[in-house]
């Protein structure tokens, strides 16, 4: 790793110490300020520098705030004229002064929230020691950076504290969000686990919280099949919450990933449980609430999906059921699509209404052409028949062995090759037989 790629990786994990997540004006900060100069500025008193405003930035410059750099007339201020006004920016009333009869800017403010947190953040060395134990920060650039978390906007996270074998980016191409209260009916348990082994079986990856009920459920149906899963966790990932799902944890791990903003030994808080939410309905595909009270933390999860514009799907239950009265709002008040079954939502997901019907061949979640190269050369020297040792794989695509590996693992969450008892091969077409029962 380079000098400056790694600077930018700690600075990143020391702002998952100081910064909420979803925090807005930490959001608009970084786009203007590298996250090494926020830092810096934090740990040295000052309000950050920032880079050159791009022309056209719905965000415009304000001279005073940090000395030619943001604007806050929308989101960085608060309570105050403004620029312009009788309250004047922030540079004008001095560090830690009154910014008028209006009030601080929000910047200010912020930035004394996050410097009084500042020695929460552990020292570089035992950052380190982390990642070489395999809890692991993805943060925007990174190859397994899922790119979808994109449409959040400034609300997307600084990085994610990561554990488990799964290459996040591609576990999560191809990925459904299977959400639901706590408080679950045996309805509700055999739906989600029939559900979740026909998607895991088919290739798709299951998305949760971990938490007890249908998350639970759903992450144990994809482990059953050796399918695999991620549960975003509302602490960090080092802590097993709720703790009779350590065990579970474990398989997660070893199958798929745990993901959380929360820096390692982060407790839950209430507001914690809410804000993880937009990231389980961003990271997915679809999102299918499968029960759901009318105040539910899943149905919280169901309007993220909506308002990020992913498909939105619901599982009818008993009319007079309190726990499904959340899925048929859904259903009624957010256009969510009625599902019974795996088959359903993977025929949502994976045509559009002119494609062909289910029984025919489905296509990878990736198109070949948006491969990168690395990506194409290995899948070029996988065979359609017998199949290849990842070795020979490599010789014929001319790169290493951690290289090749690397890109089968993605390949296979994409959907373009599989593993066969002589190594890899293309993946064979996908029929109704092979998904699973009740599919």
Not at 72 to 98: F, M, R, T, Y
Request: some cysteine; proline content about 8%; aromatic content about 6%.
């Amino acid at each position: 790793m380079s000098a400056p790629a790694e600077a930018e990786r700690i600075a990143r994990a020391a702002l998952t110490w100081v910064a909420e997540p979803g925090d807005p004006a930490m959001g608009i900060l970084l786009r203007f300020c590298s996250p090494a100069e926020i830092v810096a500025a934090l740990t040295e008193g000052r309000m950050p520098r920032t880079a050159a405003v791009p022309a056209g930035s719905a965000v415009p410059e304000l001279g005073g705030v940090l000395g030619g750099g943001l604007m806050g007339s929308g989101v960085l201020w608060e309570d105050s004229a403004g620029p312009g006004g009788s309250a004047g920016p922030a540079g004008s009333a001095g560090p830690g002064g009154s910014a008028g009869p209006g009030g601080k800017p929000r910047l200010e403010r912020a930035l004394r929230r996050w410097s009084a947190r500042l020695g929460e953040v552990p020292p570089e060395p035992e950052l380190v020691a982390w990642w070489r134990d395999g809890t692991r920060l993805v943060i925007p650039g990174d190859a397994e950076w899922p790119s979808q978390l994109d449409v959040l906007g400034e609300a997307r996270p600084w990085g994610l504290w990561v554990r488990g074998h799964a290459d996040l980016r591609y576990a999560c191409l191809r990925s459904v969000s299977v959400v639901a209260a706590t408080s679950t009916t045996e309805y509700g348990s055999y739906v989600c686990g029939d559900m979740a082994v026909s998607l895991a079986d088919a290739g798709w990856t299951i998305v949760s919280g971990g938490a007890f009920g249908i998350d639970g459920c759903a992450h144990r149906g994809a482990i059953v099949v050796a399918g695999v899963t991620v549960a975003v966790l509302p602490c960090g990932v080092d802590r097993a919450y709720p703790q009779a799902h350590e065990g579970l944890f474990r398989s997660i791990r070893e199958q798929g990933a745990l993901v959380s903003e929360w820096p390692p030994g982060r407790m839950p808080t209430k507001r914690g449980f809410l804000v993880r939410n937009r990231v389980i309905a961003a990271l997915s595909r679809g999102t299918v609430v499968v029960e759901a009270a009318l105040r539910s933390g899943a149905l919280n999860t169901a309007r993220h999906a909506h308002d990020q514009g992913r498909p939105l799907m619901a599982v009818p239950g008993p009319v007079t059921s309190p726990q499904s009265a959340g899925c048929h709002e859904a259903i009624r008040e957010w256009g969510a699509v009625c599902v019974t079954g795996a088959r359903d939502v993977m025929e949502l997901l994976e045509f559009s209404a002119d494609e062909p019907p289910s029984g025919q061949r489905r296509g990878p979640v990736l198109a070949r052409d948006l491969l990168g190269p690395e990506d194409s050369r290995v899948l070029e020297a996988v065979p359609a028949g017998i199949g290849r040792g990842p070795a020979r794989i490599a010789i014929a695509a001319g790169v290493d062995f951690d290289t090749v590996m690397r890109c089968l693992g993605g390949l296979a969450a994409a959907g373009f090759v599989e593993r066969c008892e002589r190594g890899w091969r293309l993946r064979r077409p996908q029929h109704p037989s092979h998904v699973g029962p009740n599919a």
